[in-house]
């Protein structure tokens, strides 16, 4: 009877959660172009709406937290923010850009372009100088010039949530842009059990206990250890097998504590 009690609990909080999501959303979208009046031009604009994003997010995290939606434990988190830092990240489910951008406030993110066809996003992103990703050559040349500016950037290389067979499948794009411009490549592996929050999935699937993520910050690449073995196209493909495995392998041996 206990669980059962506890189980509901978790549906109406998961409930709430998504209704608080789109206030969220939306209340960003009213309040930041007004604030936004009263900051500098260009990037110390942005930075300090990176800053209030960062901080309203983080507070809803703690929220959920609290209601007993997920626990998380991080391992090297304060190597994430430095200047010119490419920060990969796997995605398994709808929290993990909330995670990084929580942990990063002043980092700057490739996002999905459709995502700026969203009125309760446009603004924010648009106000933080995320960086659509859209696939095109001015794509590259903005990534370039974020890390060449000593910007942090996270990046999800997989293009979207990990699907329910658990393969990592990165794409090779966003693995080129690191070789190219950043001064180090980090990856962090998210992990999280049970398995849930992917694209498809509906908000009522509630699981029998709390998600559970372990964010491990791994161990930092120089771009240059690549570059001077192979030539750029050889170098981000080399890269991109070798994190391929690094991934797939952190994420699928790990179990819950």
């Not at 604009?45 to 209030?52: C, D, K, V």
């Not at 999800?156 to 393969?167: A, K, N, Q, S, V």
């Amino acid at each position: 009877p206990m669980n059962a009690v506890l189980r509901l609990c978790r549906f109406f909080s998961t409930l709430l959660a998504y209704l608080l999501f789109g206030v969220v959303g939306c209340s960003l979208a009213l309040i930041l172009p007004v604030l936004l009046r009263f900051c500098p031009p260009g990037l110390p604009g942005q930075l300090r709406a990176r800053r209030m994003v960062a901080r309203v997010w983080s507070g809803y995290l703690v929220w959920m937290r609290l209601t007993g939606m997920f626990r998380v434990q991080w391992h090297g988190r304060e190597r994430l923010g430095r200047p010119g830092q490419l920060i990969l990240v796997n995605h398994p489910s709808l929290m993990d850009v909330l995670f990084m951008i929580s942990a990063v406030p002043e980092g700057n993110c490739v996002v999905k372009a459709s995502l700026l066809k969203n009125p309760s996003m446009r603004p924010a992103i648009r106000a933080c100088g995320f960086i659509p990703n859209d696939e095109s050559l001015e794509l590259v040349e903005k990534t370039d010039a974020v890390l060449i500016e000593g910007q942090t950037l996270i990046i999800f290389p997989e293009g979207t949530r990990t699907g329910h067979d658990g393969i990592i499948r990165l794409n090779r794009g966003a693995i080129s842009i690191g070789l190219r411009s950043a001064r180090v490549i980090t990856p962090v592996v998210i992990r999280m059990n049970p398995p849930g929050l992917k694209r498809g999935d509906p908000w009522y699937l509630i699981p029998s206990r709390p998600y559970q993520y372990d964010i491990h910050v791994g161990d930092d690449i120089n771009p240059q250890d690549y570059l001077e073995r192979k030539p750029l196209p050889l170098a981000a493909r080399l890269l991109n097998e070798d994190l391929t495995r690094y991934f797939q392998k952190e994420t699928s041996t790990w179990k819950t504590p």
